[in-house]
């Protein structure tokens, strides 16, 4: 048994590692951009590696490994076809929105990173309602220098930051009052659900996503 490394693959996989280590969490618009370096850097150090094994080690070890993609491959499609039908019923609610509406998003993400991982996709649900009900939400992907078209007018959005929402009583409701006719919510807390219900009308409802119509003079 002889296990040999590749000394230029290595270096690669170093010089990645050293990114990861330099480069700041956010880079042009995209959060987690430092971590986009690690999952090369360890493909690299693996294939890097050469073993010199016996022909029966050999084939437990492939057998093993296949094991293991076969788990995750499972995982990740089960992963998928849950959200797949989460975002099903969401879309089946818009119905609700009448064509041409404005629609103010608010997320509420888990603080838990693997579970922000996935529930972060949630974040784009209501462009369905753009594609649908052609609606207007101001989370939509118009960022100067990332896409070709974007808002002549900055849109009115307090809610950007999905992990660190502000208090209710510190939102400036007004100017989404004034600008929006809906407002659609994803996992909201108690605060919100509350000040929500008691200043808006709820439209529609399914687990944690709710509708709510803004009420107009």
């Known amino acids: 048994r002889e296990v040999k490394g590749t000394r230029k693959v290595i270096l690669t996989a170093g010089v990645l ?11 042009f618009q995209v959060n987690g951009a430092d971590a986009r370096f690690v999952l090369p850097a360890v493909l690299l150090l693996v294939l ?15 057998a093993l490994i296949l094991i293991i993609f076969v788990m995750r491959l499972f995982g990740v499609f089960h992963t998928w ?28 993400l888990p603080k ?16 369905y309602s753009t594609i ?42 007004k100017a989404i009052f004034d600008n929006y006719n809906y407002i659609w919510c994803y996992n909201i807390d108690d605060r919100y659900d509350r000040w929500l219900r008691d ?6 409802e399914d687990g944690r996503y709710k509708i709510f119509r803004i009420p107009k003079e």
């Open 17 to 27: 590692g050293l990114l990861f280590v330099l480069c700041p969490e956010g880079l």
């Open 48 to 62: 890097s590696v050469s073993f010199k094994m016996t022909q029966w080690a050999a084939r437990l070890s492939f």
């Open 81 to 108: 076809s849950t959200m797949d039908h989460e975002i099903r019923k969401q879309v089946a609610m818009f119905n609700s929105l009448p064509q041409n509406s404005n629609v103010y998003p608010i997320i509420f």
């Open 112 to 127: 838990d990173v693997r579970a922000r991982k996935v529930e972060r996709s949630y974040m784009h649900v209501v462009h």
């Open 132 to 173: 649908y009900r052609h609606t207007f939400s101001p989370s939509l992907f118009a960022i100067r220098g990332q896409q070709p078209i974007t808002l002549k007018n900055e849109a009115v959005y307090f809610h950007e930051y999905h992990d660190q929402q502000p208090p209710p009583e510190q939102v400036n409701w």
């Open 199 to 204: 200043k808006t009308e709820l439209v529609s």
